[in-house]
């Protein structure tokens, strides 16, 4: 059935290139070239057996029908054997692998970073390419700007990319799985994410994803693809990416995979907060969130009956410290930072300085990586009572 299908659809793909009439590109293939080629696609078996199906391109569900295909076939190769296969194979087609991508702006590489089996971090410029990375490439020529991410219609090329494999995503028929599996590989992306903020840039990035097939031929849609961003939920300004030391992260990637699920999921849910501090215009703002990142990451159970912010000077100054001159000075810092933390969360308006803000943020930074190295969860009497941990 295979060449008999094949010799036909050349025959009827002969004629209808030789019928084609010159029109605008919008206008192609010639009304001749369309009716032809439906009349040829709709006595072929293999069309016979998914019409009215869907196919999954693009996040989206095409229905298939001759009409249909009759235009797409049109782009698909200039001679009529190569339209033929391309036609077949997408006919027959029922799973494919594909990719989820992710376009990272505020970090740089130079090097791929595996962060699983099957997702890994890699300079942009090392991105395949894609009708994608080509719409993002040409709006960033478009668009100039001297900032290296401002708003998602103004930015530079992304400096990285996140790219996981989906292995048998359902092509053609039962495509409602399909989107299940994107949102899956979403999910997945968006879990680890906060992690290449805190453990490779140390602040706020933002991710453009989308999905597409590894033969790109199948996307029949690609042209419609689009981008959904992912940031903070007050957008940061970027500048420029920050270099990562792959060889760092990677150490801290394994270090926070061996923490228990509580430890890991406490950690995430602190560095999105402290993500959402570095993003905030007005500085009280950015004080009450990186106060609340600091809680969630060093509050826990112990015996002491010390209030929320001896606990967390102690715990940061004992994690973070070297000699007791370097903990009582950490120690300062934190206490200084919760006051005005107080005096910002009971009504006044404190003149906070912007020092102050800087080296929080700069010790949060240094007690989560702490943590991370620390392998265990945290038992806070001995962080507390015990020696410094750095």
């Not at 032809?36 to 989206?60: D, H, M, P, R, W």
Request: net charge negative; charged share 25%; with cysteine.
């Amino acid at each position: 059935m295979s060449d008999e299908e094949r010799t036909h659809l050349v025959r009827v793909l002969r004629e209808a290139i030789a019928a084609d009439e010159p029109t605008t590109l919008i206008g192609r293939p010639s009304s001749k070239y369309r009716d032809i080629a439906k009349a040829g696609i709709e006595v072929c078996a293999s069309f016979t057996a998914i019409e009215n199906q869907n196919v999954y391109s693009a996040l989206s569900l095409i229905p298939v029908h001759s009409d249909y295909l009759s235009r797409v076939i049109y782009f698909h190769g200039e001679t009529a054997e190569e339209q033929a296969d391309w036609l077949l194979r997408m006919m027959r087609t029922t799973v494919a692998d594909g990719y989820f991508v992710a376009a990272i702006w505020g970090i740089a590489l130079t090097e791929t970073i595996d962060l699983s089996p099957t997702a890994r971090l890699i300079p942009f410029s090392e991105l395949r390419e894609s009708v994608v990375k080509r719409i993002l490439i040409e709006r960033a020529k478009r668009r100039k700007t001297v900032s290296h991410w401002l708003a998602s219609h103004a930015f530079q090329v992304p400096s990285a990319a996140y790219v996981e494999l989906i292995k048998d995503v359902p092509y053609i028929g039962l495509t409602a799985r399909s989107d299940e599996m994107v949102v899956e590989a979403f999910e997945r992306g968006v879990s680890v994410w906060p992690l290449v903020e805190m453990l490779g840039a140390g602040r706020s990035l933002v991710f453009a994803s989308w999905f597409e097939y590894v033969d790109e031929t199948l996307d029949v849609s690609a042209y419609e693809n689009h981008l959904s961003f992912y940031h903070p939920e007050v957008a940061p300004y970027l500048d420029r990416p920050i270099p990562v030391d792959a060889e760092q992260f990677r150490a801290e990637l394994a270090a926070f995979a061996a923490l228990p699920g509580p430890a890991r999921a406490r950690l995430i849910r602190a560095a999105k907060r402290f993500s959402l501090s570095l993003c905030r215009f007005q500085i009280i703002d950015r004080t009450l969130d990186l106060a609340l990142g600091f809680e969630i990451m060093l509050s826990g159970g112990s015996e002491s009956v010390g209030g929320t912010t001896w606990k967390l000077a102690v715990r940061c100054a004992q994690l973070v410290g070297g000699d007791l001159e370097d903990r009582i000075r950490i120690r300062k810092q934190i206490n200084d930072f919760y006051q005005h933390r107080s005096r910002a969360s009971h009504g006044s308006e404190p003149d906070i300085p912007q020092g102050d803000v800087d080296a929080a943020t700069e010790l949060f930074k240094q007690t989560f990586r702490a943590l991370v190295r620390l392998g265990k969860e945290p038992i806070w009497n001995e962080i507390e009572l015990g020696s410094a941990h750095r």
